[in-house]
Nanobody, 126 residues
Framework: VQLQASGGGLVQAGGSLRLSCTTS????????LGWFRQAPGKEREVVAT?????????YYTDSVKGRFTISRDNAKNTVYLQMNNLKPGDTAVYYC???????????????????WGQGTQVTVSS
């Protein structure tokens, strides 16, 4: 399984970006999915996750609640992260991740995911 992330860039505080992560895997609908981020000198942390199929269950870390939205489009084999009202503290490399052996629940730990994309840089200037 390969994941390809895109959509990062440089944006001013208060701006928006939408990250995308796509794969050619036909079993995409069965995967739990997530976005993580890693700032310089810090551990990789969970940002948002979504469960399989309909994506009716989502998880957000406290610092992004109300600003970020994770969603999935199974017809396009793509998971999105819409990021609004960005802050300098959101600056990091963002990674998408997939859990192949999934259930209807969402996952919140880095160790829950077994496939990772290459990362896309998000930089928010003040």
């Amino acid at each position: 399984v390969q994941l390809q992330a895109s959509g990062g860039g440089l944006v001013q505080a208060g701006g928006s970006l939408r990250l995308s992560c796509t794969t050619s895997e036909p079993s995409f609908s069965w995967y739990g999915l997530g976005w993580f981020r890693q700032a310089p000198g810090k551990e990789r942390e969970v940002v948002a996750t979504i469960n399989w199929w309909s994506g009716d269950r989502t998880y957000y870390t406290d610092s992004v609640k109300g600003r970020f939205t994770i969603s999935r489009d199974n017809a396009k084999n793509t998971v999105y992260l819409q990021m609004n009202n960005l802050k300098p503290g959101d600056t990091a490399v963002y990674y998408c991740a997939a859990r192949k052996m999934s259930t209807g629940d969402y996952y919140t730990h880095r160790s829950d995911f077994d496939v990772w994309g290459q990362g896309t840089q998000v930089t928010v200037s003040s």
